[in-house]
């Protein structure tokens, strides 16, 4: 985590450990990661894999059964922005 030298209000971080699970007719798919992003604290938005910020790549586990559609070892980029509400004041360690 650290702040972002082109925009002051922004902070860049990055979320450990994250696990996803994800099922359909047909399909189950556990996704393990780390997503990367920026918090700005004017707007009070997380965005990841968007205006230059690295997309968060989490990674399909062992054990994947989707119709062949996911395979063990595949990626997952997760591009999105998100409003915390309340709004926090993030400050980077100096």
Not at 44 to 60: I, M, N
Not at 77 to 88: C, G, M, N
Request: proline share 6%; net charge neutral; with cysteine.
């Amino acid at each position: 985590m650290g702040r972002n030298v082109a925009n002051p209000s922004k902070v860049d971080v990055s979320v450990s450990g994250i696990e996803f699970n994800w099922s359909a007719t047909g399909c189950t798919t556990k996704w393990t990661g780390t997503l990367y992003g920026q918090y700005d604290n004017a707007t009070g938005r997380l965005s990841t894999g968007l205006d230059g910020v690295p997309a968060s790549q989490l990674v399909a586990g062992p054990g994947v059964s989707c119709l062949g559609l996911f395979h063990s070892g595949d990626t997952l980029d997760i591009k999105a922005t998100y409003t915390l509400a309340p709004k926090q004041q993030i400050t980077p360690p100096a």
